[in-house]
């Protein structure tokens, strides 16, 4: 179901779609300029590195991963933040199980 411009997102109502091996993720809201996903990463899931043209900011919500972007690695933990410049390689791997939350824009038309 095509949710663009709606209002408002229920957590309970929306269902998680695979994203990767121990990897899944929820499409919240979103328009044509932003989109916000929750991704959950279960214990040494691997967020296989990859590139888009989209600035992505994201918010460790809860857990630790290893976040690398553009060849630089830091462990981040609940709270931290990390900014993914349009088109850097950038990838993450689950330390600990945990969910990240993601802001891309323009919005992601190929996870709709």
Not at 33 to 59: K, N, Y
């Amino acid at each position: 179901m095509n949710r663009i411009n709606e209002p408002f997102a229920f957590d309970s109502k929306l269902d998680w779609e695979p994203a990767g091996e121990g990897i899944r993720r929820k499409i919240l809201t979103y328009n044509a300029e932003v989109m916000m996903v929750r991704v959950d990463f279960r214990a040494g899931a691997v967020g296989t590195p990859h590139s888009h043209p989209h600035i992505q900011c994201s918010l460790v919500e809860a857990g630790v991963f290893d976040v690398t972007i553009a060849g630089r690695t830091e462990r981040l933990k609940q709270g931290d933040s990390f900014l993914v410049p349009p088109n850097a390689i950038h990838g993450a791997v689950a330390v600990e199980a945990g969910v990240l939350l993601d802001v891309f824009t323009p919005m992601r038309e190929d996870f709709v």
